[in-house]
């Protein structure tokens, strides 16, 4: 298994440009979440899905848009990138529940010029 | 949301000394914690668990105590190698709820 992948590694934004970052997991988890992670702050919740089709908000969902089209897929869309959105943004799925184990990807480090 | 503090940003060891990173959790409804490893340019990576019904878990090299009274957690990593460099967060949770991340203490082991 591949577990959680995340595409790109990195990107370079320029303010307003939007974009969409890309996650996948091939473990059939039903659960998959998308955090921020800011320098020296623990990471933050943007959005997370329980299911195909069910989407919903986390701590810091603004400017930020979500879809789970497959079980396996669930893309971040930034729509009018801003300075503030740069971060790291990571990936993450779980088996059934939101206070299971989650595995994370590898992150994409997003920069917003 | 809650907030989960660690008391120490940066921790150094030596290598094949004992190593203790503790976190603080505000919310004592929590009753799920995790602690994860980042390696840098990585994504946080399991490293164990527990229940608010344990007071301590042990895996391999690693020990997680609970102590609820005062709302404290803490990982003890024995024999700390140098590939146990990372930073280490703390992750709390509620029935039914989001995790909650601390900031995370950065371990550096000197060999």
């Known amino acids: 298994n591949a577990g959680v992948t995340q595409t790109p590694k990195f990107r370079i934004l320029k303010i307003g440009q939007s974009m969409t970052l890309q996650c996948a997991q091939d473990?059939?988890?039903?659960?998959m979440y998308w955090y921020r992670q800011d320098p020296g702050m623990g990471l933050k919740l943007i959005y997370y899905?329980?299911?195909?089709?069910?989407?919903d908000k986390g701590e810091v969902p603004n400017g930020y848009n979500v879809s789970r089209s497959t079980t396996e897929d669930f893309p971040l869309r930034l729509e009018l990138a801003a300075p503030s959105q740069t971060s790291v943004y990571f990936c993450?799925?779980?088996?059934?529940?939101?206070?299971?184990?989650?595995?994370f990807g590898p992150g994409t480090r997003l920069t917003v010029l | 949301g809650e907030s989960v503090g660690l008391h120490l940003p940066t921790l150094s060891v030596q290598e094949g000394d004992n190593s203790i990173i503790n976190c603080a959790y505000s919310n004592s409804a929590s009753d799920y914690f995790i602690w994860y490893k980042q390696e840098s340019g990585k994504g946080p990576q399991f490293i164990i668990d527990?229940?608010?019904?344990?007071d301590k878990r042990q895996g391999q090299r690693v020990t997680v105590l609970l102590n609820k009274t005062v709302k404290h957690l803490s990982l003890q990593i024995a024999a700390t190698q140098p590939g146990d460099s990372a930073v280490y967060f703390c992750a709390e949770n509620m029935p039914g709820n989001q995790f909650y991340f601390g900031t995370g203490t950065s371990l550096t082991v000197i060999p």
């Open positions: 993450a799925s779980s088996y059934s529940s939101l206070d299971n184990e989650q595995f």
């Open positions: 473990m059939n988890h039903n659960y």
């Open positions: 899905s329980v299911g195909a089709g069910i989407t």
């Open positions: 527990i229940r608010s019904n344990m």
